[in-house]
């Protein structure tokens, strides 16, 4: 009874890790592609792919797998080798809709999901 009442995380709810890895495979094939933003993506795809998996994992409600193999997160210090404008922010976001388009969840749950980035990502901005 009880159990029925919790609520899931989004993590648990739009699919956990494989869900994350589907979307992650695309975003990253998006974001490596895009005209505006791949300037930024000198490093390897896959350790950044599997970083973000790590961090989305904790972002989205599931276990604390970024802060568990990194430490504290500190997004915004992390960016700041990284010169980001709010067009670059846009660009970010642009894959990230794309992405999450692909999943094989309903429009609602899609849209509470894409919901979590705007902030986070603008709050990126640092140039
Ligand atoms: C605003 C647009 C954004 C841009 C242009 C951007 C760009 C970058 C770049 C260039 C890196 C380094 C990649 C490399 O090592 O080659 C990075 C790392 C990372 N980004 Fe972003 N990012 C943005 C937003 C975000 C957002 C919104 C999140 C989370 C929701 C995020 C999470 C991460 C994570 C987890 C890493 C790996 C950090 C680490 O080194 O441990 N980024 N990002």
Not at 8 to 22: F, H, K
Not at 53 to 61: D, H, N, R, S, V
Request: contains cysteine.
């Amino acid at each position: 009874m009880e159990q029925q009442i919790e609520e899931q995380s989004l993590y648990e709810r739009i699919g956990g890790a494989t869900a994350l890895t589907a979307l992650l495979d695309r975003f990253y094939d998006l974001v490596y592609a895009h005209e505006r933003i791949r300037r930024l993506f000198t490093g390897d795809k896959e350790l950044i792919k599997h970083k973000q998996q790590l961090f989305l994992t904790q972002f989205l409600g599931g276990p604390a797998a970024y802060t568990e193999a990194y430490g504290h997160p500190r997004m915004r210090a992390r960016h700041m080798p990284h010169q980001i404008s709010q067009e670059d922010a846009m660009g970010w976001l642009e894959c990230m809709a794309g992405a999450i388009k692909e999943l094989p969840i309903t429009e609602a749950l899609k849209d509470e999901l894409f919901d979590r980035f705007p902030r986070t990502a603008f709050f990126m901005v640092n140039s």
